[in-house]
């Protein structure tokens, strides 16, 4: 599985929105409600299921969906 | 090993040596009568920072001791060093980072260790205050592991109170010092209003001389 689409599926899951209708314009707070816990969640799945280090730096600027896939694009 | 290093090695061994031997002249009690079997049960346990000393001298005692696991939050900081070199000696799962923010990496490292069975301490208001009040990053973590907030208090009859910002408490020699457990907090909901809960509960624990 692709990082991106690995990216859809842990945002998918934690907003309960179908992953087809998750876009990389979206908030992920406005739109896909990733508050604190579910962000807290979505960076250590990403982190152990791709195997990267996310700074706190690089999560502060994850505002929306395309922030994430933009970040999964650069090596670890 | 540099020289900072070799220095924040032998002043957590000072330090340790001096808390085991201040600890052992305190009349220690746990008083957990408002939530009877609380620190046994799953949670993540939280206390203000100005009460690390004592707090951290019970669960070596109560817990590591015994086997049982602990994870705490070091921030990057001298001070921070000097508290994760301290923790390893101890046998503590020791999370580097800030518990500010909801997602930091800090945190996430106290969620790994928390999912792995450890049981997760944080001081919402370290590493740099402002004192006694509580930043989201417990109840962040708390919610991630659908676990609830246990709020732990200091009471004591007679304290130093050092000139760090949160004029960390030191218990004197033969002090009575307690414990004291609150009813573990529901942190689901509105993460503003669990952070308010927390310092209010947190807050209604405490009593220590000025």
């Known amino acids: ?37 579910k ?19 690089e999560a502060a600027r994850m505002v929306t969906v395309g922030d994430v896939l933009d970040r999964l694009q650069r090596p670890a | 090993m540099d020289a900072g290093a070799r220095r924040d090695v032998a002043t957590a061994w000072a330090l340790r040596v001096a808390l085991r031997l201040l600890g052992a002249t305190w009349r220690f009690r746990v008083d957990d009568a408002r939530a009877p079997g609380a620190l046994e049960r799953r949670g993540v346990l939280c206390f203000w920072h100005f009460e690390l000393l004592p707090v951290a001298w019970f669960l070596r005692r109560r817990r590591l001791a015994r086997g049982g696991r602990v994870a705490l939050l070091a921030s990057h900081s001298r001070d921070g060093e000097l508290g994760a070199v301290l923790g390893r ?19 996430r490292a106290l969620y790994r260790f ?7 301490i944080v001081s919402p ?13 417990a109840v962040a973590l708390a919610q991630a592991l659908s676990l609830p907030l246990v709020p ?23 002090a ?34 000025d």
Not at chain 1, 7 to 33: F, H, Q
Not at chain 1, 47 to 53: N, S, T, V
Not at chain 2, 159 to 170: I, K, Q
């Open chain 2, 152 to 174: 732990v208090g200091l009471a004591c009859d007679r304290c130093w109170r050092l000139r760090s910002w949160d004029r960390m408490a030191v218990p004197r020699p033969f």
């Open chain 2, 176 to 209: 009575r010092v307690a414990l004291r457990v609150g009813p573990p907090l529901d942190a689901a909901g509105d993460p503003a209003a669990a952070t308010e809960r927390l310092e209010r509960a947190l807050d209604a624990l405490v009593e220590v001389p």
């Open chain 2, 89 to 107: 000696m101890w046998g503590a799962d020791v999370a580097r980072g800030s518990s500010s923010r909801g997602g930091s990496a800090g945190l």
């Open chain 1, 39 to 57: 962000a807290l969640q979505l960076l250590v799945e990403l982190e152990d299921r791709l195997h990267i280090e996310i700074s706190d730096e």
């Open chain 2, 114 to 120: 928390a999912r792995s069975g450890s049981l997760p």
């Open chain 2, 125 to 137: 208001d370290g590493p740099r205050g402002p004192a006694r009040r509580a930043k989201p990053g």
């Open chain 1, 1 to 37: 599985m692709r990082p991106g689409d690995v990216a859809i599926e842990v945002l998918a899951k934690l907003s309960g929105k179908p992953a087809a209708e998750i876009r990389p314009g979206m908030d992920l707070t406005g739109e896909l409600g990733i508050d604190s816990p």
